[in-house]
T-cell receptor, first 113, second 112 residues
Framework: AQSVTQPDIHITVSEGASLELRCNYS??????LFWYVQSPGQGLQLLLK??????LVQGIKGFEAEFKRSQSSFNLRKPSVHWSDAAEYFC???????????FGTGTRLQVFP | EAGVTQFPSHSVIEKGQTVTLRCDPI?????LYWYRRVMGKEIKFLLH????????ESGMPNNRFLAERTGGTYSTLKVQPAELEDSGVYFC??????????FGSGTRLTVV
């Protein structure tokens, strides 16, 4: 079955600390992978996406993600978290960039000053 | 360019009533999608329009849900009659072929 797992429901970090949000997927075809962020009262904003090529993908707001096919993972990282990064983060997989997406349950990030 | 706009942002209705959600995609975007997030769970696909045609409606939960896209522009999602389990956040997204989605800010529906 096709699925996305985000094992961490809630993560709390201090401002300035590094961050890694985990994402594992199960998908029968070549995956197209996405990370979205939702801040309070806002829509889902695309942080970054992986279609092919370099497995380390750079996104907006200083985020990056690494695709590891052998581990079926696409973890999101940021070297130094800012208070404004507090939001909910969603990993998603699809097989074409205009096809339907399968989302994980999300990880809520809380940032302490 | 203007983003994807959804109306209303919040709606509270009683069980058995009808609610209509509206989505205005980015101008020129042929693809329009509806997704739903029930509280605490994953965001799930409902359906996909290409212009005015339903390309994929495999995620529609039951026949109480009716989606339309007039003239390939805005779309409506009607729930009739609403049930308690329909509560959640309904997202709309649009795209052009070969590009990623742009999501709206969602409509939070509460059925009491």
């Amino acid at each position: 079955a096709q699925s996305v797992t985000q094992p961490d429901i809630h993560i709390t970090v201090s401002e300035g600390a590094s961050l890694e949000l985990r994402c594992n997927y199960s998908y029968g075809a070549t995956p197209y992978l996405f990370w979205y962020v939702q801040s309070p009262g806002q829509g889902l904003q695309l942080l970054l996406k992986y279609f092919s090529g370099d497995t380390l993908v750079q996104g907006i707001k200083g985020f990056e993600a690494e695709f590891k096919r052998s581990q079926s993972s696409f973890n999101l990282r940021k070297p130094s978290v800012h208070w404004s990064d507090a939001a909910e983060y969603f990993c998603a997989v699809g097989n074409y960039n205009t096809d339907k997406l399968i989302f994980g349950t999300g990880t809520r990030l809380q940032v302490f000053p | 360019e203007a983003g994807v706009t959804q109306f209303p942002s919040h709606s509270v209705i009683e069980k058995g009533q009808t609610v209509t959600l509206r989505c205005d995609p980015i101008s020129g975007h042929d693809n329009l999608y509806w997704y739903r997030r029930v509280m605490g769970k994953e965001i799930k696909f409902l359906l996909h329009f290409v212009k005015e045609s339903k390309q994929d409606e495999s995620g529609m939960p039951n026949n109480r849900f009716l989606a339309e896209r007039t003239g390939g522009t805005y779309s409506t999602l009607k729930v009739q009659p609403a049930e308690l389990e329909d509560s959640g956040v309904y997202f709309c997204a649009s795209s052009t072929t070969g590009n990623g989605y742009t999501f709206g800010s969602g409509t939070r529906l509460t059925v009491v």
